[in-house]
């Protein structure tokens, strides 16, 4: 877990957006320890606005109007859609000077960003993850050479309250942190999901396969973090010869798991990088 970074400190963080990023990265900052007063959230649906407010009671400040949220922000976090990006920021661009814009939209260039912000720099790009929500996120982070020093301690702990913060020097780089760890979890997700299908088909119910599933995904990850040994040395390590692993790693072998999760992470990389195109 995080704990407090004091570079937070009275630092008010301005949400535009309340979907699914913003409640992770959101949820991160209180549990690190932000007071949830020092936190708006700009979203246009009442609803949202609504769960908020009961999720919080009452302590997140939910705001219908974005250049309100912006104005006497410190950092300007846009978790909103790539498509709606430049009709949104629109309505507030003309409120920043030093704000620390940081936005976790997915392919938006920082040069695209900073076309729709009307020329503003100082802009942090962020990839995190959704496991942010229990402070076990992954970030990639790139900031444009306008950032200041603090600035990069500011976004570095913004996005450290949520969990791994991994900054990259060239902007391109940020297209592969979506394919390792922005889109990822929804792949160890389906890793998952087609587990527990195969146990279910063996003979397992569904929550003893869930359980099982889940609880080796959580043991194997934690333990790879923690180990001086690689992860194809660990794999070795349950794989007795001519056992039952080497079957079932012989058969993902012979159906070429390794070349496919490679290409879907291509067909990941090209999508972040189509976006930056297709918004201009
Ligand atoms: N969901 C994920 O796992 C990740 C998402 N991202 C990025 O985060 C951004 C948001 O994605 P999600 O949270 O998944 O989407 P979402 O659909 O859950 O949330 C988007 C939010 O945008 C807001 N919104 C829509 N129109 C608006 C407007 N006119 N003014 C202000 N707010 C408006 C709404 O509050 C909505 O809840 C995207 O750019 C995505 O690329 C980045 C990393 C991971
Ligand atoms: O699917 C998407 O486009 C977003 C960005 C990374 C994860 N979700």
Not at 18 to 45: E, F, H, R, W, Y
Not at 59 to 73: G, I, L, N, R
């Amino acid at each position: 877990m995080t704990t407090f970074n004091s570079a937070l400190d009275n630092k008010k963080i301005s949400f535009i957006g309340g979907g699914n990023m913003a409640q992770a990265l959101i949820s991160g900052l209180i549990a690190c320890g932000v007071k949830p007063d020092l936190i708006t959230v700009s979203a246009p649906s009442v609803e949202t606005r609504q769960q908020f407010n009961n999720q919080h009671m009452n302590t997140v400040d939910a705001t219908s109007d974005p250049k309100a949220a912006v104005v006497d922000a410190d950092v300007v976090i846009l978790a909103v859609k790539p498509q709606v990006m430049k009709a949104v920021v629109s309505e507030f661009a003309d409120a920043l000077d030093s704000q620390l814009v940081i936005s976790v939209a997915a392919g938006l260039s920082t040069d695209l960003l900073s076309d729709m912000l009307g020329g503003y720099r100082n802009i942090v790009r962020a990839m995190p993850n959704t496991p942010s929500k229990i402070q076990m996120g992954a970030a990639g982070l790139y900031g444009t050479k306008d950032i200041t020093e603090a600035q990069k301690q500011l976004a570095t702990a913004v996005m450290a309250a949520s969990g791994l913060v991994m900054w990259v020097e060239e902007e391109a780089q940020m297209h592969a942190v979506t394919a390792v760890s922005g889109s990822a979890p929804a792949y160890v997700f389906y890793f998952i999901e087609s587990m527990v299908d195969g146990a279910v088909a063996l003979g397992l119910d569904k929550e003893q396969a869930s359980a099982l599933a889940m609880q080796t995904v959580l043991g194997a990850a934690t333990m790879a973090i923690g180990s001086n040994n690689s992860p194809a040395e660990l794999r070795r390590k349950v794989t007795s010869p001519n056992g039952t692993t080497q079957a079932a790693i012989e058969s993902m072998q012979g159906n070429e798991i390794g070349h496919q999760i490679a290409e879907a992470m291509q067909a990941c990389y090209d999508r972040s990088q189509a976006l930056s195109e297709e918004m201009k």
